[in-house]
């Protein structure tokens, strides 16, 4: 059992000193407001046409099933491409569906699969951030 005392954690301040580090982060927390907006929005817009808080609930509770399906399934992509094509390629594709959901005059029935998928495509981005 090693008793060497000279690693200590890092803080959170050391790391954001790192500008490659601040990019990630930042990037990373605005990724995660853009994903928490497009939830609501979506709910929103589900309560706006349907005026009915069933269907706005259920529609809440389904953006968090890609979570809990891709995560497993998606995030072993993660492991066989470079960290970084992995980031970008999965957030171009989340801008592409999230930017197909906004187009005036789009049918609801289509903006809740472009989000089930654009939320799948979270994970191996994810996976990625944190490995």
Same mark, same amino acid.
């Not at 349907?50 to 890609?66: C, E, H, N, Q, V």
């Not at 187009?103 to 089930?116: I, R």
């Given at each position: ?39 609501? +929005? ?65 049918p609801s029935g ?16 994810? +996976?990625?951030?944190?490995?």
């Amino acid at each position: 059992m090693s008793t060497d005392t000279s690693e200590r954690p890092v803080k959170f301040a050391e790391l954001l000193r790192i500008s490659e580090y601040r990019a990630v982060y930042a990037s990373m927390v605005l990724s995660e407001i853009g994903d928490q907006l497009a939830r609501v +929005a979506l709910t929103l817009l589900v309560f706006e046409r349907t005026r009915s808080a069933g269907l706005t609930a259920l529609t809440y509770a389904l953006t968090l099933l890609p979570d809990l399906v891709s995560g497993p399934l998606l995030s072993g992509l993660a492991d066989r491409f470079p960290r970084r094509a992995v980031m970008i390629v999965t957030d171009l594709v989340r801008a592409g569906l999230v930017t197909m959901m906004v187009v005036p005059g789009m049918p609801s029935g289509c903006c809740a699969p472009w989000s089930y998928w654009s939320r799948c495509c979270r994970r191996p981005s994810r +996976a990625r951030e944190w490995g």
